[in-house]
């Protein structure tokens, strides 16, 4: 099951937040994040909050959960717009999961009429929701494309019918390739498809073929993360007793030069340590807004939140989640309000990330001494510090977390 949410202080029935997180709302970019909780199986790999329809039984289901998302838009509004503003338009709609696609067009069309008739939209605003290939069709892209979706995010982890079945993932070898090619056949512009790389018996040449099957769907943007083996899943305990092995730090990073001398090749850059995009109209701006220290209301069970420098989440069970709702209260469960030596130490682990780097002016004085340390080992670039700004190498990439942890001291 998911692990347990954080604690933190209470959060008012109401769902308000503290004086002065309103202050700047609209000036930053602004986003909706609505989190589906239901998959047909679950992943060996996966600690996300989801449910399939077995854990749930009768207690919670498409409807239910609907409703109180509605219900958690509508608060959401009334809560943004306490200063006596209108609440910002999402310029950004991400919906993620769990598996979306299970929701079918129809009820993802009412997931964005929700939105639009609270929070509403901003002109030109992207519009994504992640899909799982098997639950996928050129009638479903149709309409999603029909209910103004402007972006679709393939789960297609790899090419390698092995792979797939270490990672218990169910679509078949070749579903995520023919679903992108659909996306684009319905109007989809931007298309992602997501891989995993170093899965326990991935070979090289599984590898390669995967990226040939993604730059042969003919996608705009790539997303690839290195596996995790995350506490509490089941592909944890296989490690655990040693039918699997631990995922090889050296192999990583084989891999990931393998996936971004491929990317680059065919034209998709770098702009995030995980993430290629055919230039900056095809980057996900929703991500971006993470990054950047964006606002952003996560709705649905489990979902997380962040508005000027308060950050909260929801109860995780979707029947607890429908029933708070339906009671008229707030579906947080606890918040904490970061300090600016919060926000500051995030800005570096965050926006480090990014191929347009960080400010030295965020560093205190020990980060700017580590950072010039860092250009000398190689891991930032000399001429962007020189400008003013930490941008990491290509080694750098490789070993981000670690640069990070040196700027932070």
């Not at 596996?227 to 631990?246: C, H, N, S, Y």
């Not at 990073?253 to 702009?271: C, K, N, Q, V």
């Amino acid at each position: 099951m998911p692990a347990q949410p954080p604690t933190g202080e209470p959060v008012p029935d109401d769902g308000a937040l503290p004086a002065g997180a309103l202050t700047g709302l609209g000036s930053r970019p602004f986003g909706i994040y609505v989190h589906v909780p239901f998959c047909a199986t679950r992943c060996g790999y996966c600690d996300f909050n989801t449910y399939t329809a077995d854990e749930l039984g009768s207690s919670a289901g498409f409807g239910s959960w609907l409703d109180g998302l509605r219900r958690e838009l509508e608060l959401g509004a009334r809560v943004l717009s306490a200063g006596g503003a209108a609440p910002p338009a999402a310029e950004t709609v991400f919906v993620g999961g769990g598996t979306p696609s299970l929701l079918g067009a129809d009820r993802l069309g009412e997931v964005l009429t929700a939105v639009r008739d609270t929070v509403g939209l901003a002109a030109g605003a992207e519009i994504t929701t992640e899909s799982n290939p098997e639950s996928t069709s050129p009638e479903f892209f149709a309409g999603l494309r029909s209910a103004g979706y402007t972006r679709i995010s393939l789960g297609m982890q790899s090419a390698a019918a092995h792979v797939l079945r270490v990672l218990e993932r169910a679509h078949t070898p070749g579903r995520a390739v023919a679903a992108a090619r659909e996306a684009r056949a319905a109007g989809f512009e931007h298309v992602n498809l997501d891989l995993i790389y170093g899965t326990p018996g991935e070979s090289d040449d599984d590898l390669r073929a995967s990226l040939e099957s993604v730059l042969d769907a003919g996608v705009d943007h790539v997303s690839a993360y290195s596996l995790i083996v995350e506490d509490g899943t089941a592909m944890a305990r296989k490690v655990r007793r040693g039918e699997l092995p631990m995922p090889d730090e050296d192999v990583l990073a084989d891999r990931y030069e393998m996936i971004d001398a491929a990317l680059a090749g065919a034209g998709l850059d770098w702009y995030e340590v995980s993430n290629w995009a055919a230039g900056p109209d095809a980057a996900c701006r929703h991500n971006i807004g993470y990054w950047r220290g964006g606002d952003w209301w996560g709705a649905g069970p489990g979902a997380h939140s962040h508005v000027g420098g308060v950050r909260w989440w929801n109860v995780k069970h979707p029947a607890r989640y429908a029933e708070r709702l339906a009671a008229g209260r707030s579906p947080a469960v606890g918040r904490e309000v970061l300090t600016e030596e919060d926000r500051r130490v995030e800005r570096v682990m965050l926006e480090l990330r990014l191929a347009t780097g960080l400010r030295t002016d965020v560093l205190d004085e020990a980060g700017v001494l580590a950072a010039k340390q860092a250009v000398d080992d190689g891991l930032l670039r000399g001429a962007d510090l020189d400008r003013g700004r930490c941008v990491l190498t290509d080694r750098g990439r490789l070993l981000a977390d670690g640069v990070i942890a040196r700027l932070i001291g």
